[in-house]
């Protein structure tokens, strides 16, 4: 039997440390854990052809691409100011401060696209006789879509219509069903805390160029 995905990822959400005392009064997710959860999770997404994805269709290549470009954004401002980046909030604010803010713009798009994946699949997982379409479209357009433009929402919506059976999805998502709805739940669960802290934090003004 095929390992459930939640065991094959190189680090889940739910590990993804969150400093509640820093000085800054704000909650602190460290972000290289952050930044490898979140490439892990683009594992659900369209990839290589020979290697087929939880998703699997290459519909979804342009929803991954969007995400990981984003990605690069923040680990290259890290990589760059290692000292002023170990959170991603602190990584923001001396981004800002330095007059720039390419990697805080990652931050917020990367954030949108988390939150779509999120809301998506507890849509899915709260209406079990829902198709995967159906969650992922609901999805789209609260999250997303008000953002995109003309071009852009054609091709994720493509992807929305490309999304596989419910049965399929999950046959390959938890192969054992014992485990795997919790192991879900322990990541879902992690997914949304961190995406709704980022949220807050960059609705606010420190977040702002």
Excluded at 4 to 12: C, E, R, V, W, Y
Excluded at 42 to 61: C, E, I, M, N, Y
Excluded at 115 to 123: E, I, M, S, V, Y
Excluded at 140 to 154: A, E, F, Q, R, W
């Amino acid at each position: 039997m095929s390992a459930n995905f939640f065991n094959t990822i190189k680090k889940s959400f739910a590990d993804v440390h969150i400093d509640r005392t820093n000085t800054d009064a704000i909650d602190a997710i460290d972000t290289t854990e952050f930044l490898e959860a979140s490439e892990s999770l683009l594992t659900l997404f369209a990839s290589k052809l020979t290697q087929p994805d939880v998703l699997g269709s290459s519909a979804f290549r342009p929803v991954k691409n969007d995400m990981a470009g984003n990605i690069k954004k923040i680990r290259d401002r890290q990589l760059a100011a290692p000292v002023e980046s170990e959170n991603l909030q602190s990584l923001v604010i001396n981004e800002l401060k330095a007059k720039k803010h390419t990697a805080t713009e990652g931050m917020l798009w990367l954030t949108r696209g988390l939150d779509f994946t999120a809301q998506a699949l507890r849509h899915n997982i709260s209406n079990p006789s829902e198709e995967l379409s159906t969650s992922f479209r609901t999805a789209y357009t609260g999250t997303l879509k008000p953002h995109h433009g003309m071009l852009i929402k054609p091709l994720f919506s493509a992807a929305m219509s490309a999304c596989p059976y419910r049965k399929d999805f999950y046959a390959k998502l938890l192969p054992n069903e014992s485990t795997g709805k919790e192991q879900m739940e322990t990541w879902l669960s992690a997914l949304e805390e961190r995406v709704g802290i980022l949220k807050d934090f960059l609705a606010g003004k420190t977040a702002k160029w």
